[in-house]
């Protein structure tokens, strides 16, 4: 799986759109990018995922650059509970196992 | 659905004891995964499971066992207890699909003395 680069930290302001990068030079073309969060003490929770094209669900949405090698999460609204750490991932899908790769993430932390 | 459930929620082990950890999940997944975090890190994967009966070594399996008789089970077994072990632990699971996500139980914080 491909190796991620986040950074460690970042601070919003409530109600304000969150926009965190991740860089991933490396990704292959069989690679999707997933990002998952992790609020203070529970399990990690899945975000949205895509391969080339933008994505967007009730929670975010995902901006991949046309060469792949970087992306975007936006969180359009961020609220108090939106503060947690966000993984960005890429890995095949259909590998043996399916296995996340987690990396340091950035820990955000959403300001009133 | 309760989605993926793990007991306990917090267990302290002396060295050299043994314990399962319990984790379910009622979607009829196929595959199931035991990750560990240590503090401050990322989940390292144990053990995986791709159906009832199968399961493999993922990053970290020293120390543990894991069996599949049902879809719906899949406990982490400890044995010989070590410090080396104190972590929170976590069970998920997956649909086996082109697309498919993992789905997190609340944890198992374990503490060894």
């Known amino acids: 799986d491909a190796k991620t680069t986040q950074p460690p930290s970042m601070d919003c302001a409530e109600g304000r759109a969150a926009n965190l990068p991740c860089n991933h030079s490396?990704?292959?073309?069989?690679?999707?990018v997933y990002w998952y969060r992790q609020i203070h003490s529970q399990g990690p929770q899945y975000i949205i995922h895509g391969l080339k094209n933008n994505e967007t669900n009730e929670m975010a949405s995902l901006i991949i650059t046309e060469d792949r090698k970087s992306s975007t999460l936006i969180l359009p609204h961020a609220t108090l509970r939106d503060t947690a750490v966000y993984y960005c991932i890429v890995r095949v899908e259909g590998a043996a196992g399916n296995k996340l790769t987690f990396g340091g993430g950035t820990r955000v932390l959403v300001k009133p | 659905n309760a989605g993926v459930t793990q007991t306990p929620k917090f267990r302290i082990l002396k060295i050299g004891q043994s314990m399962t950890l319990q984790c379910a999940q009622d979607m009829n997944h196929n595959y199931m995964y035991w990750y560990r975090q240590d503090p401050g890190m990322g989940l390292k994967l144990i053990y995986y499971?791709?159906?009832?009966?199968?399961?493999d070594k993922g990053e970290v399996p020293n120390g543990y066992n894991v069996s599949r008789s049902t879809t719906e089970d899949f406990p982490l077994r400890l044995e010989l207890a070590a410090p080396s072990q104190t972590s929170v632990y976590f069970c998920?699971?997956?649909?086996?699909?082109?697309?498919?996500?993992?789905?997190f139980g609340p944890g198992t914080r374990l503490l060894v003395l």
């Open positions: 490396t990704i292959s073309g069989n690679e999707y």
């Open positions: 998920a699971s997956s649909q086996e699909a082109v697309q498919e996500t993992q789905y």
């Open positions: 499971s791709v159906g009832a009966g199968i399961t």
